[in-house]
Structures are given as structure tokens and as C-alpha cells.
Nanobody
Framework: QGQLVESGGGSVQPGGSLRLSCAAS????????MGWYRQAPGKQREVVAT???????DYADSVKGRFTISRDSAKNTLYLQMISLKPEDTAVYYC??????????????WGQGTPVTVSS
């Protein structure tokens, strides 16, 4: 009953760039909230960036100026453009959406996670 499919993770050197994508499936009526979270080894999951339907965005202090969250409403897809990557950005990145489906009602969905490794 609906899922989020992530793509775009990988391994890069410090200073490199990656773009993550997260696509929602199903007959969607609306998406009210979207966000990216990450969990590094041995640490709790933390918020990276969020955006709501009105367009307001918010970023963790550690990624401000380097990461950009965006959405394509027509494709029900969320993106995270990451530049100037640092080793401390290494983590598994998860997308999250609050989705209202035409037939299934409200769903709070998480992606499967995509690993990002920043290392020289």
C-alpha cells in the first residue's frame, strides 16, 4: 500500500557531490511533508532537511549551504542535492513522506535507505 523507493547513494571523495532521489508510488492525493534523515554507524537517526507542501524548507546546521532539498510534485519525487561532502556525512540516508492516498488514506512512509560513504 504505497512505498518510497530511494536511489542515488554511493561512495565519493571528500568535496564530491551526490544527488539522492526518493519516489512515492501509488494513487496519491497529496503529500504534506517530505524530508531526508540519516543514520551514521553507532548513532541515532537525525534529520537532514525537510520541506512542507507550502515550500518551506529547513536544514540541519551541519548541512546548511551544502545540501539542497527539492521536490517534483508532478512526479511525487523528493531530491537531496549534496555538494562539498565531508567524511562526517557518511551515513545511511532515509527519505520520509506523509502521503494521503486516494483509496488508502493517510500513510507515514519511509524509504529503504541508501548508503552514502565519503572517504579518500
Amino acid at each position: 500500500q504505497g512505498q518510497l523507493v530511494e536511489s542515488g547513494g554511493g561512495s565519493v571523495q571528500p568535496g564530491g557531490s551526490l544527488r539522492l532521489s526518493c519516489a512515492a508510488s501509488g494513487n496519491i492525493l497529496s503529500i504534506s511533508s517530505m524530508g531526508w534523515y540519516r543514520q551514521a554507524p553507532g548513532k541515532q537517526r537525525e534529520v537532514v532537511a525537510t520541506t512542507i507542501s507550502g515550500g518551506t524548507t529547513d536544514y540541519a546546521d551541519s548541512v546548511k549551504g551544502r545540501f539542497t532539498i527539492s521536490r517534483d510534485s508532478a512526479k511525487n519525487t523528493l531530491y537531496l542535492q549534496m555538494i562539498s561532502l565531508k567524511p562526517e556525512d557518511t551515513a545511511v540516508y532515509y527519505c520520509h513522506m506523509e502521503v494521503r492516498y486516494v483509496h488508502w488514506g493517510y500513510r507515514d512512509l519511509w524509504g529503504q535507505g541508501t548508503p552514502v560513504t565519503v572517504s579518500s
